[in-house]
């Protein structure tokens, strides 16, 4: 569904990514493994078109994105989640979300509808919805994030490290709204630092060094362990010569 080849991207002179590739397949979950500043953030943003690659392409559904402007994406049904569980803190939570939908300037029933789909998935929101954003706590931010992509109603949702700095209940529950997501029918590349859940949750994983994919592998019953722990942390093996 989604294909990103051949991605060279960076700031002014600095390159980040070297030919960077990644498919996800429809109904997919691909997590996208790394250590910090290797890049994966940046690979979000070359999809989401925050960021123009210097070389490489992007196409959704076989048609090439590259250069589609940022704003025109979610309404092709791709839609990230940034890291950092950004919200707009002073705006109510339902107001955030509205914010979502807006985009697509759909009539009022239609929104509706989605914002009870969100609070029928996020229960927590909805006893919230009248609080400021600014005032949840970082699970509940985490899944306004979420929440407000779904209001976009995308087919392909990119999210950046949704666990970060969460108590591990909190992770489980993020980890569980993802598998739900998954289940109504979304294609998702879910950027992580943490191993275990997207061990948990993914259908394939990649690992990003040296600004390109340097080890893969389907989730089979549960990568070995090892194989991935000596890659990840240690150094590993990687093909880059
Ligand atoms: N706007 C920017 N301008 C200049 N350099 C940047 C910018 N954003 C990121 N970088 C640099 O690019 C590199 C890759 O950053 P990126 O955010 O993609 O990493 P990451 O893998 O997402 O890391 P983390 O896990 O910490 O979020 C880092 O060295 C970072 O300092
Ligand atoms: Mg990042």
């Known amino acids: ?52 690659p210097g070389a490489g392409r992007v196409t959704l559904d076989g048609e090439d994105i ?12 791709l839609c990230l989640v940034p890291q950092g569980k950004e919200v707009f803190g002073a705006m109510s939570v339902e107001e955030n979300l509205m914010m979502g939908g807006f985009h697509r300037r759909r009539d009022k029933a239609d929104l509706a509808e989605d914002l009870e789909g969100v609070y029928t998935r996020f ?52 980890a569980e709204a993802i598998l739900g997501l998954r289940e109504l029918g979304l294609s998702l590349l879910l950027v992580e630092q943490n191993v275990g859940m997207a061990l948990e949750i993914a259908d394939h994983l990649h690992v990003i060094r040296g600004g390109r994919i340097a080890f893969s592998r389907v989730v089979d019953g549960g990568v070995a362990p090892d194989e ?14």
């Not at 699970?139 to 109603?153: D, K, T």
């Not at 991935?228 to 010569?241: I, K, V």
């Open 228 to 241: 991935l722990r000596s890659f990840y942390l240690s150094g590993g093996h990687d093909d880059e010569s």
């Open 66 to 77: 590259t250069t589609l402007p940022a704003e025109d994406r979610p309404g092709r049904g």
């Open 1 to 52: 569904m989604l294909a990103v080849e051949g991605i060279e991207a960076g700031y002014g002179r600095t390159r980040i990514l070297h030919g960077l590739s990644i498919d996800v397949p429809k109904g997919g979950l691909i997590a996208l493994l790394g250590g910090n500043g290797t890049g994966k953030s940046t690979c979000l943003k070359v999809i989401a078109g925050l960021l123009t």
């Open 123 to 174: 229960p927590r929101l909805k006893e919230r919805r009248r609080v400021s954003a600014g005032m949840l706590s970082g699970g509940e931010r985490q899944m306004l994030s979420i929440g407000r992509a779904l209001m976009s109603r995308p087919r392909m949702l990119l999210l950046d490290e949704p666990s970060a700095a969460l108590a591990p209940k909190v992770v489980e529950e993020i």
